[in-house]
């Protein structure tokens, strides 16, 4: 009973319901009920109307475009470019997650389907996997389904006009028409075997920022064991930033020969990947041990927040996103930047390809590497103590 007296009993279900309160929205608010939309995508129609025998024009790219521009339910930003050379261009750019393609035959391929020879028209489908998988799964989805019912309202047309042209409807026709527009599909910068379905980036930066936040904590209580102070210190805090750095760079080589050696992740670049994982972790490391040097065991909790309300947006598209999460966390957690630098040296060229992403990183390791340094300048606890009792005597 006495333990029921005791006011932290009383406490401890308050400081249960904050501590569920904050990382429920770490974990879940930023995810749960998010939705697609304006994904970019590239339309690219090259269709040349054909002739119908009774007049007029077959403007089949024409009609596809319209209908797709203009269905609201779509949640998808069309961007018409005019060649497959511009969308795939822009893939390779980031630009677009997928492109739909229809060809400068597409009419006439429907009309050859009234003929004795006919031969189904076809679109091509693109989808961006490297990207972002969750993204590109579902342009393609959307994609594959728009397609299937322009195909069908396609396929009731064809047969309106042709049966008021002949009356009856050839076998070969009418077996073509069930399936008037063959949809092909293609996977451009494949995520590769054992890549976690395209989110190893994001894996491997979780696994980094954990990694060098026990090597930051780690050399942090080592300086305070020193107990050094004055230059003392600045050679201390030096020493641990250069240890640090050498750690990285060891740690992040074995997670990519972990990955790839014991659990077969497919890398294209297992040197790109290294190198740019090493700036990943030298800049968390930096910001690490930056802050728990300036503000000591408290930065802990905000070190840890911050990877918590990171970690769910690494595998998801901005596009998915509620603008509140977007602009409040996505745009600035550093997390965000490291996974997709790596998925640009990993799905995309490797460091060549590597855009913003790469300076931002750059940009945090050399302001949080100053920070460190500067932190060795600070006077300690025990310093400040020390003064105080040599002042009173």
Known sequence: ??????????????????????????????????KPKEIPVALVVLDQPAELPTGGALAAGMMIKEKLTSNPALPIAWEIVDSEERARAGMDGREFYGALVLPADLSSGLLSLASAEPQPASATILVNEGMNTQASTVVKQILDQAMRMVGLEL??????????????????????????????????????????????????????????????????LAGQGAGTAGSGRWASVALQGAVGLAITGIASGFVVWMASSWYGMELASAGGTWMFLWLVAAAFFLLQSSLLNWIGMPAMALLVLLMFFSMPLLSMAPEFLSSATRDW???????????????EVMYFGGWDAVGSSGTVLWSLAGGFLALLLLSGVKKSKSAKAGGSLAGGV
């Open 329 to 343: 966390i996505y745009s600035w957690t550093p997390l965000r930047f490291a996974s997709g630098g790596l998925r």
């Open 1 to 34: 009973m006495a333990l029921l007296k005791q006011k932290m009993t009383g406490l401890s279900v308050i400081a249960v319901l904050v501590v569920l309160t904050v990382f429920g929205a770490a974990m879940m608010g930023s995810v749960l009920g998010s």
């Open 155 to 220: 396929s009731n047309q064809l047969l309106a006009q042709i049966g008021q042209q002949a009356g009856q409807i050839p076998v070969n026709a009418a077996q073509a028409m069930l399936t008037p527009l063959i949809v092909k599909e293609e996977i451009v910068h494949p995520a590769g075997t054992n890549n976690a379905n395209g989110n190893a980036p994001g894996l491997l930066t979780q696994i980094m920022w954990i990694g060098s936040l026990v090597t930051a904590m780690t050399l942090f």
